[in-house]
């Protein structure tokens, strides 16, 4: 079994910052991809960062400039540093990870979520 657990969100004022932070735990092989995703009250959710295990990065165009997605592949951790926070950027924030288990190859998995308000 894999968890996905992260850690982080809250209240912040516009233009301030905050830290996200996912752990990857369990039974894990491999991970080759780990990513945050945002989901706002009415809205689909969407991608905000995606990292690869090659270090590749790609980031929505609404956020490029202002966060920040890095990694620790020997924690299997993942992080998303967001500065300069608008209102817009309010949503519920999940970790994903394209992960391999003893028993399946790679799969896709989520956490539960963490809060992020932007708002003054």
């Known amino acids: 079994q894999v968890q996905l657990v992260e850690s982080g969100g809250g209240l912040v004022q516009p233009g301030g910052s905050l830290r996200l932070s996912c752990a990857a735990s369990?039974?894990?092989?491999?991970?080759?991809?780990m990513g945050w995703y945002r989901q706002a009250p009415g809205k689909q959710r969407e991608l905000v960062a995606r990292?690869?295990?090659?270090?590749?990065?790609n980031y929505a165009d609404s956020v490029r400039g202002r966060f920040t997605i890095s990694g620790d592949t020997a924690k299997n951790m993942v992080y998303l540093q967001m500065n300069s926070l608008k209102p817009e950027d309010t949503a519920v924030y999940y970790c994903n990870g394209n992960i391999r288990t003893p028993w399946a190859t790679y799969s896709i998995y989520w956490g539960q979520g963490t809060q992020v308000t932007v708002s003054s």
């Open positions: 990292i690869t295990s090659g270090g590749s990065i």
């Open positions: 369990g039974s894990i092989l491999s991970i080759n991809a």
